[in-house]
């Protein structure tokens, strides 16, 4: 142990911390690129060919240049995915395929403001549905 000091042991987990968070960094940027539905393919393969042949200049650019829109896409994907998740909630706890009354006078007086059915027709099937 005394070949490798506790010095020795200090820098070597902070560089490979550093290599492991320089990975990250970079796979959140490829990953971004693709995200991007606003750049165009050739944007995108320029975007890419900068960051895989230059990474540290391509990196540390595309974070400067586009780091705004970066974090708005995340936002944008979360928010997706939330909306994507309550939808399934919802749709797996509802009652099935059977509409609830509200949303079946809605359908009526919907069908009725549209002139699809007379207001005597509405009556009759509000009141058989409210029965």
């Known amino acids: 142990m005394d070949d490798y000091p506790l010095l020795n042991l200090f820098w070597t987990m902070l560089w490979l911390f550093l290599w492991v968070m320089w990975f990250f960094l970079l796979f959140k940027v490829v990953t971004d690129i693709f995200r991007d539905h606003s750049l165009s393919g050739w944007g995108k393969a320029g975007w890419l060919i900068l960051v895989l042949v230059l990474p540290y200049l391509g990196v540390f650019v595309y974070l400067i240049v586009r780091g705004k ?14 909306e994507a998740v309550r ?27 549209k002139g699809d059915i007379t ?13």
Request: proline fraction near 4%.
């Open 119 to 131: 207001p005597e027709e509405f009556q009759q099937a509000k009141t058989k549905l409210l029965a």
């Open 69 to 82: 829109g970066m974090g708005e896409r995340h936002v944008a994907q979360v928010r997706e995915n939330e």
């Open 87 to 113: 939808e399934y909630i919802q749709k797996a706890a509802g009652s099935g395929s059977v509409p609830s009354s509200v949303d079946e006078l809605s359908r009526l007086a919907a069908l009725k403001d």
